[in-house]
């Protein structure tokens, strides 16, 4: 078999390398060149699925976790954790108490030698080979933006949005509601008086399956209508309709604006004109003047969500579109935005770059062994960023509230 | 949560051994032998890990999981020689008896042989990626011998990072400390690699959607669905035409090992038809089962007679004594318990003597009828007296299990030699049922 052969440099064996993201989890063993599987962050708990990160407690996390890694070590990867190395990638604003159960689970359940826990957004340009990057992050909770400039993440200048698959979803389940029908044996009814017909897989389905970004265009159009509330005549001619199966012999109609409106929730600006392009703007003004045009030209996109058809082309349309409104013209000079070409899939790069780390010989000096891990009996708190960030976060969530 | 119960092996031969009972908590699992569970296969952990888990003979569907079997036909080849003339050829295609897919449906050529012809598709980006790993491994062999050579040195990378950052007054004091420790993640870039990367590939101009995205109809079963993609994780075909047959992925035989001692407490066979254990110590194997006979009306400070159901799961007679618990240790129990004083036999287990007349049994093991309520075979019935002493909830009891108990799991050095006879002790702990309300 031509398989490709992952490449260990430091001789070590089966080191697994875990990106445990919001809706989906990464895994596989360092130096190879994908993950060996992409599956939900959840568990099933008699019947009912459990998301890792919807946790009460830490004793529930302690327990889900340790049943969601005995199912990655011997049902998925089917390599022995006790004192093997492992890379972690991890959001830099990880909540300390998710890291510090999975730390715990991980050295004292299944006896693993040592941790490397990589920032995810630094993991995704070592995947790359760039030291200097705007790395923007679409995943499923949120979208989150760190400028990294020779290595360090420009603190002050880190930006997140609410907005990403989880509200594309929302939005989407919105839309179906409101205008959807499914024909049934007893003949069409309206979607709404149905409402166990969806969840969030069939969403996530009729998301990847039918809706796209639409181009800017297009969307100015839309957004006249959907948003400033012009007349829909206004809009673009409606791409063709869908007629999705569902389970049994449901079948739902989808409607064309329905494909095409959904992720327009990406690039709505809120009240403080905030959107997931104007993410990238902010950045910058927030980054120091001599860092900026060697931002813009590195900027990496990462996260599943960012696989959706047009999202580059658009986003790429909308900063040119942005970069002219008063907010940011006269205090950015920049001419050019450039992207980098990814040699991953944009949902598992930063795993990717992880798998690279895992594979050379300063593993060892990155990582946590077992035996510091068990004196101190905790992890060491070099990153408390991410409880700052969450608290000011939530200062800004007050103040919009208000 | 089901608690399995195990208990250790003693080893007479190594220096360390336990006897102690083990839930799966304080066990340690372990890959013991990997297989493919569609043609049983066993395969060795490092082929198991250069074919990355995957069997080279088994195939499932790229579009709904199902296996998929090889399927013969015969093609008519025109002969070379003789453009009038055709043979009929043995040709083989892979196809989805669930599903209905086929190799022929996205365009894979028939193969002439019927196993070992089906190549896997490559990571069009595996080149580049291997070249920045060299890359990375040339600069963390600097960065090795850079460590090695200033070992005596102060050491100033964190502090040459924080001292950078400061050049554009970003960071507080407070925050240096946690930014050096985060740059452990970028590698340092350094001017003596000979390796060039020359992977970095930018992109100014994304191409839009297509025209007539807007205007054909969605084919649906066209686009791959969410899971198809994912099945195929390292590619994640977005329409139908890119699936391509998946190598059946590799199931384990699991052992377990007791943390403390590390001896293996099951061990699966090799064969991965057997469903035998080549050593298993389960506890229902070994301690004398304890069950409750009957559900009782309890009620406050009323003393009751309970009958404990003793099962023997040994071959040979098990003594039996049921010892109190430290009041001041247990704060299980809500009732007092009353416990036989002497000792109890549980007779051996017999698989082929369960017709054994009862009162024979009972004259030979002496029971005492307040003691012994009943004996059949290797069960009896041993009577305890609880005084519940709550006025509601759950009547629990706490007492130790004490029993002989003879090793026979190991081998023995020695042929004849008499298996050690050892003493074990178990704390139980019973719910028997609730207070009854009476109206
Ligand atoms: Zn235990
Ligand atoms: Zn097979
Ligand atoms: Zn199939
Ligand atoms: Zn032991």
Same mark, same amino acid.
């Given at each position: 078999?031509?398989?490709?052969?992952?490449?260990?440099?430091?001789?070590?064996?089966?080191?697994?390398?875990?990106?445990?993201?919001?809706?989906?989890?990464?895994?596989?063993?360092?130096?190879?060149?994908?993950?060996?599987?992409?599956?939900?962050?959840?568990?099933?708990?008699?019947? @009912?699925?459990?998301?890792?990160?919807?946790?009460?407690?830490?004793?529930?996390?302690?327990?889900?976790?340790?049943?969601?890694?005995?199912?990655?070590?011997?049902?998925?990867?089917?390599?022995?954790?006790?004192?093997?190395?492992?890379?972690?990638?991890?959001?830099?604003?990880?909540?300390?108490?998710?890291?510090?159960?999975?730390?715990?689970?991980?050295?004292?359940?299944?006896?693993?030698?040592?941790?490397?826990?990589?920032? #995810?957004?630094?993991?995704?340009?070592?995947?790359?080979?760039?030291?200097?990057?705007?790395?923007?992050?679409?995943?499923?909770?949120?979208?989150?933006?760190?400028?990294?400039?020779?290595?360090?993440?420009?603190?002050?200048?880190?930006?997140?949005?609410?907005?990403?698959?989880?509200?594309?979803?929302?939005? $989407?389940?919105?839309?179906?509601?409101?205008?959807?029908?499914?024909?049934?044996?007893?003949?069409?009814?309206?979607?709404?008086?149905?409402?166990?017909?969806?969840?969030?897989?069939?969403?996530?389905?009729?998301?990847?399956?039918?809706?796209?970004?639409?181009?800017?265009?297009?969307?100015? @159009?839309?957004? *006249?209508?959907?948003?400033?509330?012009?007349?829909?005549?206004?809009?673009?001619?409606?791409?063709?309709?869908?007629?999705?199966?569902?389970?049994?012999?449901?079948?739902?109609?989808?409607?064309?604006?329905?494909?095409?409106?959904?992720?327009?929730?990406?690039?709505?600006?809120?009240?403080?004109?905030? #959107?997931?392009?104007?993410?990238?703007?902010?950045?910058?003004?927030?980054? %120091?003047?001599?860092?900026?045009?060697? $931002?813009?030209?590195?900027?990496?996109?990462?996260?599943?969500?960012?696989?959706?058809?047009?999202?580059?082309?658009?986003?790429?349309?909308?900063?040119?579109? @942005?970069?002219?409104?008063?907010?940011?013209?006269?205090?950015?000079?920049?001419?050019?935005?450039?992207?980098?070409?990814?040699?991953?899939?944009?949902?598992?790069?930063?795993?990717?770059?992880?798998?690279?780390?895992?594979?050379?010989?300063?593993?060892?000096?990155?990582?946590?062994?077992?035996?510091?891990?068990?004196?101190?009996?905790?992890?060491?708190?070099?990153?408390?960023?991410?409880?700052?960030?969450?608290?000011?976060?939530?200062?800004?969530?007050?103040?919009?509230?208000? | 949560?089901?608690?399995?119960?195990?208990?250790?092996?003693?080893?007479?031969?190594?220096?360390?051994?336990? $006897?102690?009972?083990?839930?799966?908590?304080?066990?340690?699992?372990?890959?013991?032998?990997?297989?493919?569970?569609?043609?049983?296969?066993?395969?060795?952990?490092?082929?198991?890990?250069?074919?990355?888990?995957?069997?080279?003979?088994?195939?499932?569907?790229?579009?709904?999981?199902?296996?998929?079997?090889?399927?013969?036909?015969?093609?008519?080849? +025109?002969?070379?020689?003789?453009?009038?003339?055709?043979? %009929?050829?043995?040709?083989?295609?892979?196809?989805?008896?669930?599903?209905?897919?086929?190799?022929?449906?996205?365009?894979?050529?028939?193969?002439?042989?019927?196993?070992?012809?089906?190549?896997?598709?490559?990571?069009?980006?595996?080149?580049?990626?291997?070249?920045?790993?060299?890359?990375?491994?040339? $600069?963390?062999?600097?960065?090795?011998?850079?460590? *090695?050579?200033?070992?005596?040195?102060?050491?100033?990378?964190?502090?040459?990072?924080?001292?950078?950052?400061?050049?554009?007054?970003?960071?507080?004091?407070?925050?240096?400390?946690?930014?050096?420790?985060?740059?452990?993640?970028?590698?340092?870039?350094?001017?003596?690699?000979?390796?060039?990367?020359?992977?970095?590939?930018?992109?100014?101009?994304?191409?839009?959607?297509?025209?007539?995205?807007?205007?054909?109809?969605?084919?649906?079963?066209?686009?791959?669905?969410?899971? @198809?993609?994912?099945?195929?994780?390292?590619?994640?075909?977005?329409?139908?035409?890119?699936?391509?047959?998946?190598?059946?992925?590799?199931?384990?035989?699991? +052992?377990?090992?007791?943390?403390?001692?590390?001896?293996?407490?099951?061990?699966?066979?090799?064969?991965?038809? #057997?469903?035998?254990?080549?050593?298993?110590?389960?506890?229902?194997?070994?301690?004398?089962?304890?069950?409750?006979?009957?559900?009782?009306?309890?009620?406050?400070?009323?003393?009751?007679?309970?009958?404990?159901?003793?099962?023997?799961?040994?071959?040979?007679?098990?003594?039996?004594?049921?010892?109190?618990?430290?009041?001041? #240790?247990?704060?299980?129990?809500?009732?007092?318990?009353?416990?036989?004083?002497?000792?109890?036999?549980?007779?051996?287990?017999?698989?082929?003597?369960?017709?054994?007349?009862?009162?024979?049994?009972?004259?030979?093991?002496?029971?005492?009828?307040?003691?012994?309520?009943?004996?059949?075979?290797?069960?009896?019935?041993?009577?305890?007296?609880?005084?519940?002493?709550?006025?509601?909830?759950?009547?629990?009891?706490?007492?130790?299990?004490?029993?002989?108990?003879?090793?026979?799991?190991?081998?023995?050095?020695?042929?004849?030699?008499? %298996?050690?006879?050892?003493?074990?002790?178990?704390?139980?702990?019973?719910?028997?049922?609730?207070?009854?309300?009476?109206?």
């Amino acid at each position: 078999m031509p398989l490709y052969e992952g490449v260990i440099y430091s001789g070590d064996k089966n080191i697994v390398v875990l990106d445990i993201g919001a809706a989906y989890t990464k895994c596989g063993i360092a130096g190879e060149t994908g993950p060996r599987c992409i599956i939900p962050s959840h568990i099933k708990k008699d019947d @009912q699925i459990v998301k890792l990160w919807d946790f009460n407690n830490e004793e529930e996390l302690y327990e889900n976790l340790k049943e969601f890694l005995f199912m990655i070590y011997f049902r998925h990867l089917l390599v022995n954790p006790k004192d093997r190395r492992m890379v972690i990638s991890e959001s830099l604003l990880c909540p300390s108490k998710f890291r510090d159960t999975l730390a715990r689970v991980l050295f004292r359940h299944f006896e693993v030698g040592s941790i490397m826990f990589g920032t #995810s957004h630094l993991l995704a340009l070592t995947a790359i080979g760039v030291n200097t990057g705007l790395v923007m992050d679409v995943g499923y909770t949120e979208t989150l933006l760190i400028p990294v400039y020779e290595g360090i993440p420009v603190i002050k200048a880190i930006q997140s949005l609410p907005i990403a698959s989880q509200a594309i979803h929302k939005k $989407l389940e919105d839309q179906l509601k409101e205008k959807a029908t499914v024909n049934t044996a007893g003949g069409c009814k309206p979607m709404s008086s149905m409402p166990d017909c969806l969840n969030e897989q069939i969403l996530e389905d009729i998301k990847v399956r039918c809706c796209f970004v639409t181009s800017l265009e297009r969307a100015k @159009q839309i957004q *006249e209508v959907t948003v400033y509330g012009a007349d829909s005549n206004k809009l673009p001619a409606a791409v063709p309709s869908v007629k999705f199966p569902l389970d049994g012999s449901q079948v739902l109609n989808i409607d064309g604006t329905i494909r095409e409106h959904t992720c327009e929730i990406l690039f709505e600006q809120d009240n403080e004109e905030n #959107s997931v392009p104007t993410l990238v703007l902010d950045a910058l003004l927030k980054c %120091p003047i001599d860092m900026r045009l060697e $931002l813009a030209d590195n900027i990496v996109v990462t996260g599943g969500t960012a696989m959706l058809p047009g999202f580059h082309h658009r986003l790429q349309l909308e900063l040119y579109d @942005q970069l002219k409104k008063p907010k940011y013209q006269n205090k950015l000079v920049i001419k050019k935005f450039q992207f980098h070409k990814l040699f991953s899939k944009e949902n598992y790069t930063s795993w990717l770059g992880g798998a690279m780390y895992g594979a050379l010989e300063t593993l060892a000096t990155r990582s946590v062994s077992r035996d510091v891990y068990l004196t101190a009996g905790k992890l060491t708190d070099w990153c408390c960023i991410a409880e700052e960030m969450e608290t000011e976060k939530e200062e800004k969530v007050k103040l919009k509230n208000r | 949560m089901l608690i399995i119960l195990l208990f250790n092996e003693m080893s007479l031969s190594g220096p360390q051994h336990c $006897l102690k009972l083990k839930c799966s908590e304080c066990l340690l699992n372990e890959v013991d032998s990997h297989y493919c569970p569609m043609c049983l296969e066993n395969m060795s952990s490092s082929e198991a890990k250069l074919k990355k888990n995957r069997c080279g003979n088994c195939f499932d569907c790229p579009s709904c999981g199902h296996t998929l079997t090889t399927r013969a036909t015969n093609v008519a080849i +025109s002969d070379p020689d003789d453009p009038g003339k055709s043979t %009929p050829k043995k040709m083989y295609y892979m196809a989805c008896g669930f599903c209905r897919w086929t190799t022929r449906d996205v365009a894979i050529d028939d193969k002439t042989v019927a196993s070992g012809g089906w190549e896997d598709i490559e990571n069009t980006h595996a080149k580049k990626i291997q070249s920045l790993l060299d890359y990375y491994h040339e $600069l963390a062999l600097n960065e090795k011998a850079e460590r *090695e050579r200033k070992k005596y040195v102060r050491r100033r990378s964190h502090l040459y990072y924080a001292a950078s950052m400061d050049k554009y007054g970003m960071v507080t004091v407070a925050v240096k400390k946690k930014i050096g420790a985060m740059s452990n993640v970028s590698i340092k870039e350094n001017e003596e690699t000979t390796t060039q990367i020359t992977t970095e590939e930018k992109i100014s101009d994304f191409p839009a959607l297509p025209d007539d995205f807007f205007t054909t109809p969605l084919e649906l079963s066209k686009v791959t669905t969410i899971t @198809q993609r994912l099945a195929s994780p390292e590619f994640q075909p977005t329409i139908t035409n890119d699936l391509y047959p998946k190598r059946k992925h590799l199931l384990i035989r699991k +052992s377990m090992r007791c943390k403390e001692c590390e001896h293996n407490l099951i061990k699966p066979e090799m064969n991965p038809l #057997s469903i035998k254990f080549k050593i298993q110590l389960v506890i229902m194997h070994h301690i004398p089962e304890v069950r409750l006979m009957a559900p009782m009306e309890f009620r406050f400070k009323k003393e009751l007679k309970v009958v404990l159901l003793l099962i023997n799961p040994v071959v040979h007679n098990t003594t039996v004594s049921l010892l109190p618990v430290d009041k001041e #240790s247990d704060s299980f129990s809500t009732a007092k318990i009353e416990l036989p004083k002497k000792e109890v036999v549980l007779a051996r287990r017999d698989d082929a003597a369960i017709y054994d007349d009862a009162t024979q049994m009972h004259q030979e093991f002496k029971d005492e009828k307040n003691v012994v309520a009943f004996r059949k075979a290797n069960k009896l019935g041993v009577i305890i007296k609880v005084t519940p002493l709550i006025q509601e909830g759950d009547v629990k009891v706490s007492f130790v299990l004490r029993h002989d108990y003879r090793n026979t799991a190991v081998v023995l050095p020695m042929e004849n030699q008499e %298996p050690q006879i050892s003493w074990l002790q178990h704390r139980i702990f019973l719910n028997l049922g609730r207070i009854h309300k009476s109206k």
